[in-house]
């Protein structure tokens, strides 16, 4: 018998397959669908900061006029017209998963600075949610904020957050960091129980015809992967923290890399957009089936077994192979 459990956040996962933050999460039938294909737990799509602080200032804008309506005043504030639905029905939507669902239900709040908008950390944790993933993704522009600026205020949010939470708290950042070790760390040290490696940033393109930025959303391959895998590997054994691997996983192989990497669990989301959920069952199956092959008996067994404190050759991971890599390409040009 292979056994597949992870503990993830202190929550007993019968598999390490979440799915991740996506549009799947939008509705109840999809997310019966996954657990019905087998995923181990899911993280709700995003309640993002600018759509709960939209909401005040609508609501403070109906309270200031008086007569007008509150539709007239959420119009008030056209960007935000094309975002999900609103932070009460987020919320309502939780309730109603977690009535009809057996599996865990991560909610997600997206934003990037502290403020009464991190009460809903708690609204959250009411509605049922089992943890909280906080995704802090922010393009600083200004030459004049430094990174010391800006890893102190996401460590003050992390707290913020934190204090309003009973639930586990898992942080998903960018790899974007200059020692991420040490930042990683400190949001350890700020309150994160997990940490998820990593956002995935949609880059813009240029459209040179109509001289357009067109922030297109492109779906992952298993290459994207390569990342995050480096980073869990490394940061294994070195964070008192769980580790979820997002970006690029596709198949059973990613998950067992993800697992031998030092994860608890893999986050899934283009693999499931792009072919459904019937791929969770394809891949415990071969997740599985490989185990069975190669004589793992658990998931536990495999987990660090790859990372960087475990292997006999740690420079795989850092500048030491750089030159290396480069030279392997030399016979091929002759
Ligand atoms: C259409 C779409 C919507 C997403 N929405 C969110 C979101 O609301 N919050 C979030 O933290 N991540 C969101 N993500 C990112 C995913 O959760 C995931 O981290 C990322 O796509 C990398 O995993 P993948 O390679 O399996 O797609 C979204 C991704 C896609 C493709």
Known sequence: MTDLKTKYLNLNLKNPLVASASPLSKKLDHIKRLEDAGIAAVVMYSLFEEQITHESHALDYFLSRGTESFAEALTY????E???????????????????????????????SSGGWVDYARKIEQAGA?????????????TTITSNELE???????????????????????????????????????????????????????????????????????????????WTAILFGKVKADLALTSGVHNEQDVIKAMMAGANVVEIASELLEKGSKRITEIIQGLESWMVEYEYKSIKQMQGSMSHKAVAEPAAFERANYMKVLQSFDHRIG
């Open 82 to 112: 094309n975002y999900n639905v609103g932070p009460e029905s987020y919320l309502d939507l939780i309730s109603k998963i977690k009535a009809h669902v057996d599996i865990p239900i991560i909610g997600s709040l997206n934003g990037i």
């Open 130 to 142: 089992d943890a909280l993933e906080l995704n802090i993704y922010y393009i600083p522009t200004e």
């Open 152 to 230: 102190n205020a996401q460590i003050e949010l992390v707290k913020d957050v934190k204090n309003q939470l009973r639930i586990p708290l898992a942080v998903k950042l960018s790899p974007y960091y200059s020692a991420l070790p040490n930042f990683a760390d400190r949001l350890v040290k700020a309150g994160a129980d997990g940490l998820v490696l990593f956002n995935r940033f949609y880059q813009p393109d240029i459209d040179i015809q109509t001289l357009e930025v067109n922030p297109s959303l492109v779906l992952s391959n298993s290459y994207d992967m390569r990342l995050p895998l480096r």
């Open 77 to 80: 504030f056209p960007e935000m």
